[in-house]
């Protein structure tokens, strides 16, 4: 099993022993509940660093007023056994009391459209939590690398703006989005859904699909691309949709034309959960979704729960 620590001192400790020894230091942060998507992750992280280190600290700042932190998942035993699987080195499993001790009084805000608009319009404080948290995380950890993926694309983008303002010296590996068989992102919050919530769900997918192909097609107008989204969301009444959007992948403005490497970002809630998802238009291969009847489609990625390849991709 990974070495457990619940410290930050214990976790800077164990961080600076190994840089000590020229060896690199990978973390993956996370909120517990793993699934593919964080064995992703896990798996990028150990293939480019020495030492791998990952955290599970369900993060009361980043969860707005009426939001599920006393119902996330917590499957503790499953996420060890996961991550001793994948030969993480160390697991960072710290009581809220020590990431924020009695009379703690810093917070770490960053100002402007990236992290007020969208997801940070929707659930108020969000931002703050996330980036206080991940700034705590990484200078303890000290990483030279930390692993996100791109399914929170604008958390993605926070924490890059925040990496590099505060001069952390981290690199911040983005890594792809992971769908299900069905074409559903995968998500903690999964585990919420109902058989037929998921069935619901699927219409997030298919209306990106929709875009994509219109993309692939031609379409360039955002308008056009949002509208080919919301009319696959308002054939599942299920769905009340927060937001789809075109936005730049770095600073989430909104965008009226289309180029390559833009992103559309939804977000929708459920009575049992709330989801978000994105695709790169002509960088992520178009998601392949299970028809209405629920019969999945043959998907040109043959194995479930895997990363699609992705091509690089720079915003022309």
Not at 27 to 32: A, E, Q, R, Y
Not at 117 to 128: N, Q, V
Not at 285 to 311: I, T
Request: aromatic residues 4%; hydrophobic residues 45%.
């Amino acid at each position: 099993m990974p070495r457990i620590l619940d410290t930050p001192d214990a976790l800077r400790a164990m961080s600076e022993r190994w840089r000590a020894a020229g060896m690199s230091v990978g973390l993956v942060p996370t909120m517990g509940a793993l699934h593919e998507g964080h064995r992703s992750l896990v798996t990028r992280a150990r293939a480019e660093c020495d030492r791998v280190v990952a955290s599970i600290f369900v993060n009361p700042t980043q969860f707005s007023a009426g939001e599920d932190l006393s119902r996330y998942p917590r499957p503790i035993e499953g996420d060890l056994a996961m991550l001793d699987a994948e030969r993480v080195d160390a697991v960072f499993i710290p009581a809220v009391e020590a990431m924020y001790p009695e009379g703690a009084r810093t917070t770490v805000h960053l100002q402007g459209a990236l992290a007020e608009t969208l997801e940070g319009a929707h659930r108020p404080g969000h931002f703050d939590g996330v980036a206080t948290v991940v700034t705590k995380l990484l200078v303890a950890a000290r990483p030279d690398r930390a692993y996100f993926g791109e399914k929170d694309a604008q958390q993605l983008a926070v924490v890059r703006r925040l990496a590099r303002d505060l001069d952390t010296g981290v690199e911040i590996v983005a890594c792809p989005l992971i769908r299900d068989a069905d074409g559903l992102a995968l998500s903690s919050r999964n585990a919420y859904l109902s058989p037929e919530d998921r069935a619901e769900a699927l219409a997030i997918p298919r209306g990106l699909a929709a875009a994509a192909t219109l993309w692939n097609q031609g379409e360039r107008s955002a308008a056009c691309l949002v509208e080919a989204v919301q009319t696959e969301l308002a054939r599942s009444p299920a769905i009340a949709p927060d937001y789809v959007a075109v936005v730049d992948p770095d600073s989430f403005d909104a965008v009226p034309q289309a180029p390559r490497g833009c992103r559309i970002v939804v977000a929708g809630r459920m009575a049992t959960a709330r989801l978000i998802d994105t695709i790169r238009l002509g960088c992520d291969e178009v998601p392949v979704v299970a028809g209405p009847a629920g019969a999945a489609a043959e998907r040109s990625n043959p194995r479930p729960g895997r990363a699609e390849w992705s091509p690089p991709c720079s915003v022309s």
